[in-house]
């Protein structure tokens, strides 16, 4: 059975820089073909994907935060984890992480998600 | 990448066909797939690859995918149905995915 569970601080500051934890099980991050990605959502609007990092160490941004964004995993701790800096306001939202084949290139199972607010 | 716009709304009476478009260049090339989502939940997938249904999902729910649209069908819809859905692709040209812009369906 696949869980995945998203931790992080809730309050950030305007330009400080977000480190969000994705702590998974029931698969491992160094089998072919699985990867785990982060979307956000802000309140009321719709899902947008972040990044995504593959069981070869290969990752992928949104173009248009990639400056913003590092993805990186720890296998042996079954976690991924997002930083994102310079927030800003706008980037309140909910923060999921999912796990992903390249069979589908689907998100087939996600984490509850975790409320971020960005403000001083 | 590509964007992927779908209509902001759908309206559909108990029992009757609901359809949910998703429009974008190229979106036929690639597999779609879509996700429900009811208020203050995660999202679930309900199509992957075009047309496949993951286990559990009813076979109310399919998909398809041609030319510059992919659609959601949900036949004989039910109210527990009423959510927001969202179409998603991966961009084979640049490897990125992308999530449309999504759609309530309200049943009444």
């Known amino acids: 059975q696949i869980t995945l569970k998203e931790s992080g601080l809730p309050l950030v500051k305007p330009t400080q820089t977000l480190t969000l934890t994705c702590t998974f099980s029931?698969?491992?991050?160094?089998?072919?073909?699985?990867?785990v990605g982060w979307i956000r959502q802000p309140p009321g609007k719709a899902l947008e994907w972040l990044a995504l990092?593959?069981?070869?160490?290969?990752?992928r941004y949104s173009p248009s935060l990639q400056s913003r964004l590092t993805i990186t995993k720890d296998t042996s701790k079954n976690q991924v984890v997002l930083t994102m800096t310079y927030m800003d306001p706008m980037d309140t939202a909910t923060y999921y992480c999912?796990?992903?084949?390249?069979?589908?290139?689907?998100?087939?199972?996600w984490g509850q998600g975790t409320l971020v607010t960005v403000s001083s | 990448s590509f964007e992927l716009t779908q209509p902001p709304s759908v309206s559909v009476s108990p029992g009757q066909t609901a359809s949910i478009t998703c429009s974008g260049d190229?979106?036929?090339?690639?597999?779609a797939c879509w996700y429900q989502q009811k208020p203050g939940q995660s999202p679930v997938l309900v199509i992957y690859?075009?047309?496949q249904r993951p286990s559990g999902i009813p076979e109310r729910f399919s998909g398809s995918n041609s030319g510059n649209t992919a659609t959601l069908t949900i036949s004989g819809t039910q109210p527990m149905d009423e959510a927001d859905y969202y179409c998603?692709?991966?961009?084979?040209?640049?490897?990125?995915?992308?999530f449309g812009t999504g759609t309530k369906v309200t049943v009444l």
């Open positions: 999912a796990h992903n084949t390249i069979t589908g290139r689907s998100f087939d199972f």
């Open positions: 029931g698969f491992s991050l160094s089998t072919v073909g699985v990867g």
């Open positions: 990092i593959y069981w070869d160490d290969v990752e």
């Open positions: 190229r979106v036929g090339e690639e597999y």
């Open positions: 690859q075009d047309t």
């Open positions: 998603q692709a991966w961009d084979s040209t640049t490897a990125l995915y992308v």
